[in-house]
């Protein structure tokens, strides 16, 4: 075990963007749904709003005079969500379209929803 770091993959992709609204599938936050504020591809994970939130000691600064307990998103593994349909009301796989513009569009995998504007 002389390497303890994750492995950060180059060529990553993740399935989700920022602004998407997912439900994580697995973990001690599985159930809860929120807004993707930060997506970090190389290492597959993203920071969800209101998910794996984690309790940071800060020091005293201009900004915070007093210092104290900080609450804070913490990222998690992109594998754990999926992204949330609002037409179906549940988590969903999503498919990518081509418009006859060209353009590529993600659409939801069963009711063909567009998560692209």
Same mark, same amino acid.
């Given at each position: 075990?002389?390497?303890?770091?994750? #492995?950060? &993959?180059?060529?990553?992709? /993740?399935? %989700?963007?920022?602004?998407?609204?997912?439900? %994580?599938?697995?973990?001690? =936050? +599985?159930? #809860? $749904?929120?807004? @993707?504020?930060? %997506?970090?591809?190389?290492?597959?994970?993203?920071? @969800?709003?209101?998910?794996?939130? @984690?309790?940071?000691? =800060?020091?005293?600064?201009? $900004?915070?005079?007093q210092?104290?307990? %900080?609450? $804070?998103? +913490?990222?998690? +593994? =992109?594998?754990? /969500?999926?992204?949330?349909?609002?037409?179906?009301?549940?988590?969903?796989?999503?498919? $990518?379209?081509?418009? =006859?513009?060209?353009?590529?569009i993600?659409?939801? &995998?069963?009711?063909?929803?567009?998560?692209?504007?």
């Amino acid at each position: 075990m002389a390497n303890a770091k994750a #492995k950060i &993959n180059a060529d990553a992709k /993740v399935h %989700v963007k920022k602004g998407d609204t997912v439900m %994580v599938i697995t973990g001690k =936050s +599985a159930g #809860k $749904k929120g807004k @993707v504020l930060e %997506v970090q591809p190389k290492k597959e994970r993203l920071v @969800v709003e209101g998910v794996n939130v @984690v309790k940071r000691h =800060s020091r005293p600064t201009q $900004k915070m005079p007093q210092g104290g307990i %900080v609450e $804070k998103e +913490a990222p998690i +593994a =992109s594998s754990n /969500v999926m992204v949330f349909c609002s037409k179906c009301n549940s988590p969903r796989r999503i498919n $990518k379209e081509t418009l =006859s513009n060209g353009k590529k569009i993600r659409v939801c &995998n069963k009711c063909g929803e567009a998560f692209d504007k």
